[in-house]
């Protein structure tokens, strides 16, 4: 890809944040171009995203030909609920995942489950346990080759998950409230037995929320609260781990990056 060239993101948006979040932070598309940008590596790549609402326009997808990279949203839905638009994304995402492999694909949160629910994997409740501020995450060995780093911690915000790897994916890491915690799907060039790296990687996703700070995690409580989906203990729980430091823009963003900008085999 030449320098003078900017890298094309398609964002597809699968909610719109509580209004707190939106009135301090914006809406999904300036959060992810916000933490894209502010994570992007050195040198001449400029970032080009491009969202779709997926949710009120289910109709309109991105052209893959168009794009190096697409990335999926959080969303406070749940992806085996049998709503139109979330049968449409999945079966956009397996089209991609099959047809386009020079394309790669990123799943955040419920993103990461509309990919493995797409893919050959499931997403379930997660018996009304919440993850919710900055977790520490327990890295595979390939989750340590793809992060860079030995430990790895990220903000939550969710109470569904993923219970197996889809066929083909690979363990990033878990918890043990969530044993998916993300997962990669190599490319097939990979040579057997080696631990693939980011930039062997065709599809990554993370059950976390990279993009959120603490400010994001610390209104969305205080909305699940007012709304009675928060017990207060466990919103100030969750206020106070929000706090935490977190590797979403550092170590975490930076692997997305050497995904999305290593050329496909």
Request: proline letters at 9%; aromatic letters at 8%; hydrophobic letters at 35%.
């Amino acid at each position: 890809m030449s320098s003078a060239t900017p890298f094309r993101i398609a964002l597809l948006v699968n909610d719109t944040p509580v209004k707190p979040v939106i009135d301090a932070f914006g809406e999904y598309p300036e959060i992810y171009e916000r933490w894209l940008a502010e994570s992007k590596p050195p040198g001449e790549t400029t970032l080009q995203m491009t969202a779709f609402d997926v949710v009120n326009n289910p109709g309109t997808y991105p052209n893959p030909e168009e794009y190096d990279g697409i990335i999926l949203t959080g969303s406070a839905a749940s992806a085996y609920s049998p709503l139109p638009w979330i049968e449409q994304l999945k079966e956009y995402v397996a089209s991609v995942a099959k047809d386009h492999p020079r394309v790669k694909l990123i799943g955040i949160c419920f993103g990461h489950q509309i990919i493995a629910s797409a893919l050959g994997g499931t997403c379930v409740p997660n018996d009304g346990n919440w993850e919710i501020g900055v977790t520490e995450i327990l890295l595979t060995p390939t989750g340590k080759e793809v992060f860079g780093v030995d430990t790895l911690t990220i903000q939550q915000f969710h109470r569904d998950h993923v219970p197996e790897l889809p066929p083909g994916f690979q363990l990033l890491g878990s918890t043990t409230v969530s044993p998916i915690q993300g997962m990669i799907r190599p490319y097939p060039a990979i040579t057997e037995g080696v631990t693939p790296s980011s930039h062997d990687t065709h599809i990554l996703t993370i059950q976390g929320h990279p993009e959120f700070t603490a400010g994001i995690v610390e209104r969305i409580v205080n909305v699940r609260e007012e709304r009675g989906i928060l017990s207060e203990a466990r919103a100030a729980q969750a206020r106070e781990d929000g706090q935490k430091r977190h590797d979403g823009t550092g170590v975490v963003a930076r692997a997305i990056w050497r995904v999305l900008l290593s050329p496909a085999p």
